[in-house]
């Protein structure tokens, strides 16, 4: 019986379904594999804090903490939203879609960024929460977390489906490394090139999106007209 | 080099262990926290693991990792009192400083690509790039040290237990690949698949390379299997490009990526770091377009690479 060994994945599914608590979800899954496999209590034990302690690299986000808090602490989101409250016409989404396209480009140049603490923290949420600020004034709170979860996951599409645009990426070479292996000679420049189309395929799905956001935001809370014109 | 960049980062992975340790005592010395002595030694205990974690052997800091584990279970752990921030506080700084207030964030940045060029690495990068991001920042807003600790411990709670998952997760996908959970699934797929249909077998790499990321929460880890297993024998053995058919089986896997809780770096990182009520909220927001993307790479695939 193979199969029983799935029953971690199991274990994390209903757990992050049913919103248990995470943490003891993740340690009693991998407690559970551990056991079906024939691995020890103790061997587990082991298993886990070797592989806890040795991927704590994860985890140096941490580090830029400190300053973050006090860049907050002395106007970041305010600063943000005087520079985009400058910036008549910015909406959210052209916000976000303009910095998409900004990652996809570093994406290409080969900048590798852990951009969630380094950017989307920092500045692209609070700028995203300006400009929405800005044109309809204050939004519900639900609005609020759509737009983090907003920010968040523009920076993923475009770090994912731009990165294996540059030749030497570690995605490039992943794939002519594998298929060079399994007897298929492949050069990483072609593999640029079909990535390339991803690329653009991804970012019109990206704007599209964005547009399509605003649009629903301006239905829902009517548009402001900008700044210094009449308001109501 | 490894050596110095294990070094390195040994020394930052104690300064971690440090500042943990420094929310620990905070907690414990907090008495408005219904859950003082819980969350003061979930803290200490982290703060133990990241800075002798290399210390003390393996098995302890699994012991350790578990108990942290029981204690959020039984809700023992919670924010308690932190420094508040004014909005009065805010306006005044950018008042002040004005858009230089981005100039840390940015500088933190650009140090940490730098550094990425050297033989120093991403990793190293991160942490120097952190601490002079962090001298930048108060010798720019003129913070006292101690509004520096007051922050640094209010940030690592409002990011709170959920900022250790994705290491966690990490771990889980240690305890998988030991215990062989992967062969199973790849030996599972390629059990279904008839020989001989083009079409299926498109579909059964590019889905196939979705949801094993999602199960492994990694792409690359994925890409190496699946294409042995599925990519070659039901796709570019048929006469499938090779190029065409690698590229976009690894994007495919990125929308698996996409959607899974075991992509944490991805998906559960930002929850904490942007302090999100729903943990699953990235994820809700990316799943649409993943799955458009996924019908895309199909279709590219079948007419593209034959």
Known sequence: MEWIKLIGILIILVGFIFKFDTIAVVIIAAFTT?????????????????????????????????????????????QAVILIEKMKGLTTGRFITLYALIRQLAGLFGIRLSAQPQFVRPIVNPMAQAAANARYGKISEADEEIIKAKSAANENFANFFAQNTFAASAGVLLISGT???????????????????????????????????DLKMDRKYGKKSSKGGQKS | MTETINLILEFFYILIGLLLMMTAVRTFKDQTNPARIGTSLFWLLLGIIFAAGNYIPFLISGVLLTIMGALTLFKQVKVGKTARITEEEGQAGAQRIGSWIFFPAVALAAVAVGISYT??????????????????????????????LDDTDRMIQAVGT?????????????????????????????????EG???????????????????MGNAFAAFTVITAGIGIPFVIAQGGDPVIAGTLAMTAGFCGTLVTPMAANFNALPVALLEMKDPNGVIKAQAPTAGILLVIHIALMYFLAF
């Open chain 2, 197 to 215: 249909n083009r079409f299926i077998g498109v579909v059964a790499y590019c889905v196939g390379m979705a949801l094993f990321t999602m199960i």
């Open chain 2, 119 to 148: 033989p120093l690495g991403g990793q190293v990068g991160i942490g120097i790039a952190s601490v002079v991001a962090l001298l930048v920042a108060v010798f720019l807003t003129k913070a006292s040290p101690k509004t520096v």
């Open chain 1, 179 to 213: 298929l060079t292996s399994l007897g298929y000679e492949v050069q990483a420049t072609s593999i640029v090139l079909v990535a390339l189309i991803i690329a653009g395929i991804s970012f019109v799905l990206i704007a599209i999106d964005n547009f399509l956001f």
């Open chain 1, 34 to 78: 551990a056991l079906v496999s024939g691995i020890s209590i103790t061997e587990f034990f082991t298993l886990l804090g070797e592989a806890f302690v040795k991927n704590r690299i994860v985890t140096i986000f941490l580090l830029t903490l400190p300053m973050i808090g006090i860049s907050e602490r002395f106007g970041l989101r305010q």
């Open chain 2, 162 to 194: 959920v900022g250790i998952l994705p290491q966690l997760l990490a771990a889980l996908g240690v305890v998988f690949t030991v215990a062989g959970v992967g062969d199973v699934i790849s030996n599972a797929i390629s059990g279904f698949i008839p």
